[in-house]
């Protein structure tokens, strides 16, 4: 009896029509978003759906912009990310289908040298060929990690009692994917 080979298909991510971005309440009053420039990823899937297809991403967390120079070196720095010791913010797992185009991404996401297990909402914006030929693949993802689970724990309070930076951080990618 015969077993049938199944065989993964690879998909990059497309630097020029993806972004990833981070946001973090300030003061509590306010929200500050960052963006991450550099990254990588990869995703390898049985199906066209995607459904069970694994998934992974390097960002560079030197490639870290607020739009605000000293924040960002502040950020870089041993307060928060230690890019000189720890220049990558990793993640390694896989996207199960919940219905429809409702897909979950979960796995472990490593920054600072600490592995954690988290879940983030994903949305398949479906496959397209664009004018050139190349098979493309849309998703948005979405979730939240608390950064002291990873070890970046600086915290000032103000005056009044209230903290400068949350401890909760929301994520948002827009990742467009390319076939082979």
Do not use: C
């Not at 015969?2 to 971005?21: F, M, R, S, Y």
């Not at 973090?24 to 049985?46: A, D, M, Q, Y």
């Not at 664009?130 to 970046?152: Q, V």
């Amino acid at each position: 009896m015969e077993t049938a080979t199944l065989t993964a298909t690879k998909w990059g991510i497309d630097p020029t029509h993806t972004e990833v971005q981070f946001k973090v309440k300030h003061l509590v009053i306010s929200t500050v978003t960052g963006f991450f420039k550099k990254f990588s990823g990869s995703v390898e899937s049985t199906n066209e759906d995607f459904d069970g297809a694994n998934a992974s991403f390097s960002l560079d967390v030197n490639s870290i912009d607020t739009n605000q120079a000293d924040r960002d070196g502040h950020l870089k720095s041993a307060d928060f990310f230690a890019a000189d010791q720890y220049p990558t913010l990793d993640f390694t797992g896989s996207l199960k289908k919940v219905s429809g185009n409702d897909y979950t991404l979960q796995g472990n996401l490593t920054i600072r040298g600490t592995s954690k297990a988290v879940v983030f909402g994903a949305t398949y914006g479906g496959t397209m060929v664009d004018p050139w030929g190349n098979t493309k693949a849309g998703f948005e993802i979405n979730g939240k990690i608390n950064r002291k689970d990873f070890g970046l724990n600086w915290s000032a309070v103000t005056e009044a009692g209230g903290v400068v930076v949350s401890d909760e951080v929301r994520i948002h990618i827009n990742a467009e994917l390319a076939k082979g």
